[in-house]
């Protein structure tokens, strides 16, 4: 019964993470006429920012993301798959303040070219919680 109680404390707890990401989704720019950058942010209670790097970036390294660099706190990559050669770029900036850390995520693609919205959430929404743990 104890451990039933714990395997649904924890599921509603990332479900309600994961529905913040989502709800913290922005997307700046016009299409075509601009870049377009996908944000979201979440933010977590003891985590440290230099743990989230490093998972993020390993995470991102694994799935085959180009130049992944990570310097303190911020992680970048780049991915080709619109086969144009011109790369979108993926950062995350991990800041830590009075025991929380934010993770925020930014998914920027060049003049020209689109993504789905409810894709890029979701993958920046995963990508967040794989740095969260």
Known sequence: MR???ITVFLALAASSASAACKQNFTVLGLPLLSQIEYRTQ???KGLSQSTAAKRIAARLEA?????VKRKGGVVTALQE???????????????EKSG???IEAIF????GQIAGERV????LCRLIAIGAG
Do not use: D, H, M, W
């Open 81 to 95: 798959t619109s086969g144009s050669g011109r790369p979108q770029e993926l950062r995350f900036i991990i800041s």
């Open 120 to 123: 890029v959430r979701n993958e």
């Open 108 to 111: 920027t693609v060049q003049q």
């Open 3 to 5: 451990s039933a109680l």
């Open 42 to 44: 979440e933010t977590y």
């Open 63 to 67: 799935e085959g993301y180009a130049r």
């Open 100 to 102: 929380k850390t934010t």
